[in-house]
C-alpha cells in the first residue's frame, strides 16, 4: 500500500545536529499518524467501500512512537501533530498524548503538541486530552448542512462533529482551529458562512486548497476552488489584512476588518510554501515522509523492530536503536526535494491515500 522504503547510506549529520535539509530548511515539525481507519467516508479522500486497511500488527505501538518522538526532539524538533485517519478512534489515544507531552526539548522547554480531528469524539474525550496535555486543536468541517455533509463525508454525524466543536471550544484549548477543504459546486456557497461559524465559537477558519491526495486518483483541478477565488469571496463580506510573519506555517492570515479576528488559506496547490516547510510525517505503520506528496518512504519500523529493547524493556541495544532512528530521521530529511511540482506534467500522484500519510 506504501512507497518502498529507503535506506539511509551517505547521511550526514550525528545526533543532537539540527535537522536541516539540502535547501537550509530546518525540521522543527514532526505530523504523527495514529491510523489510518476513520469514522468518516469523505469523498476527496476515501472510497465508501472496498478500503484496504494497515495491518494492525504493522500500527506502532505507543512505546515505538514515543521513542521516534524523543529521538526526534533531540535533534530539534519542537512541535508533534496527532493525525489520521482520526485519530480519537485509537483507544489508548489519551495514553499517547499523555507520553508525548512529557517530552522536552533539549534545553528543557515543553513539545507543542496539537491534534488534527473530525471531532466526532471530541465531546467525550477533550477534557481527558486536555489534563494529559494536549495544548491545541484543529477540527475538521466542510460544510454546516446536515444534508450536505451526510453527503459529502457518507455518514450522518454532523451533530457529532458540532457537539465536539463546541466541547472545544468551552475547553480553553486555543488556538482553535476549523479546517475546511473548499469544493466548487460542493460547499463553496458556505464560504462567509464557515467563517462566521468559527468566529461565533472563538476558533480561526482555515480553508484548504483541494489537493491530490484521494485514495481513488480522482482529483480535478477544474473542481479546486483556488485561494484567489476564496479570498475574493471573504473580500465581499470583509476587509482583509494580511498578517505577516508567515515563516514555516501552512497557512496564510488576513486579519478581519481590522480586528484581532483572523481567516487563513492553505494553497498548496496554487501559492506552494515548499520553500519555508519544516514538517516531516510519520505514517502509522512507521514509514517517514519528507513530503505529503513524496513517492518514496523511510522505514523506522524495521529499525525498531529489528533489535530488542522496543517495547519500553531497557537493554543494551536502546543506544543503537535511537541511533538508527536519528540517522533514518537525518536520511529523510536528507533526501527532501525544493517542492513537491503539483503543477510538473510530470508530477505523480502519491500511492497512499490522505488517510494512510496521516494530514
Known amino acids: 500500500m506504501g512507497d518502498r522504503p529507503r535506506t539511509t547510506t551517505g547521511v550526514r549529520g550525528v545526533p543532537g545536529d539540527p535537522l536541516v535539509d539540502r535547501f537550509g530548511r530546518v525540521h522543527r515539525d514532526l505530523r504523527i499518524s495514529l491510523t489510518d481507519r476513520c469514522s468518516l467516508r469523505c469523498t476527496y479522500c476515501m472510497p465508501e467501500q472496498g478500503n484496504e486497511w494497515l495491518a494492525r500488527s504493522s500500527i506502532l505501538t505507543v512505546d515505538e512512537i514515543e521513542r521516534i518522538a524523543r529521538v526526534a526532539a533531540a535533534a530539534g524538533v519542537t512541535t508533534f501533530r496527532l493525525t489520521g485517519g482520526e485519530p480519537l478512534l485509537r483507544a489508548d489515544i489519551v495514553e499517547v498524548v499523555r507520553r508525548l507531552a512529557a517530552i522536552r526539548t533539549p534545553r528543557g522547554a515543553a513539545i507543542d503538541l496539537a491534534m488534527t480531528t473530525n471531532g466526532i469524539r471530541l465531546a467525550d474525550l477533550v477534557e481527558p486530552l486536555r489534563e494529559a496535555g494536549l495544548r491545541r486543536l484543529n477540527i475538521s468541517i466542510d460544510t454546516l448542512r446536515r444534508d450536505r455533509f451526510h453527503e459529502l463525508t457518507r455518514r450522518d454525524r454532523l451533530p457529532e462533529v458540532l457537539a465536539g466543536i463546541a466541547a472545544a471550544a468551552a475547553s480553553g484549548l486555543r488556538p482553535l482551529k476549523l479546517n475546511a477543504v473548499a469544493m466548487r459546486g460542493v460547499n463553496d456557497d458556505e464560504i462567509v458562512d464557515l467563517v462566521e461559524f468559527a468566529l461565533a465559537h472563538g476558533a480561526q477558519l482555515r480553508f484548504i486548497e483541494q489537493m491530490p491526495l484521494d485514495a481513488g486518483h480522482t482529483w480535478d483541478r477544474a473542481s479546486m476552488v483556488t485561494r484567489a ?16 510573519g508567515r515563516g514555516g506555517a501552512p497557512a496564510e492570515k488576513w486579519t478581519l476588518d481590522g480586528g484581532t479576528a483572523t481567516v487563513g488559506v492553505i494553497a498548496s496547490v496554487t501559492a506552494p510554501f515548499c520553500g519555508q516547510c519544516d514538517r516531516l510525517r510519520l505514517t502509522a505503520d512507521g514509514q517517514l515522509r519528507n513530503c505529503l506528496f513524496s513517492t518514496g518512504e523511510y522505514d523506522l519500523l524495521g529499525v525498531l523492530r529489528g533489535a530488542p529493547g522496543v517495547h519500553g524493556v531497557p537493554d543494551a541495544g536502546d543506544a543503537a536503536i535511537d541511533a538508527g532512528v536519528d540517522a ?8 527532501k526535494l525544493p517542492g513537491h511540482a503539483i503543477d510538473d506534467p510530470a508530477f505523480l500522484q502519491p500511492a497512499r491515500g490522505m488517510n494512510a500519510i496521516g494530514g
Not at 477565488?229 to 505577516?244: C, F, H, K, N
Open 328 to 335: 533514518v530521521l537525518r536520511a529523510c530529511v536528507a533526501g
Open 229 to 244: 477565488e476564496i479570498l475574493e469571496t471573504l473580500a465581499q463580506r470583509w476587509r482583509l489584512t494580511p498578517v505577516p
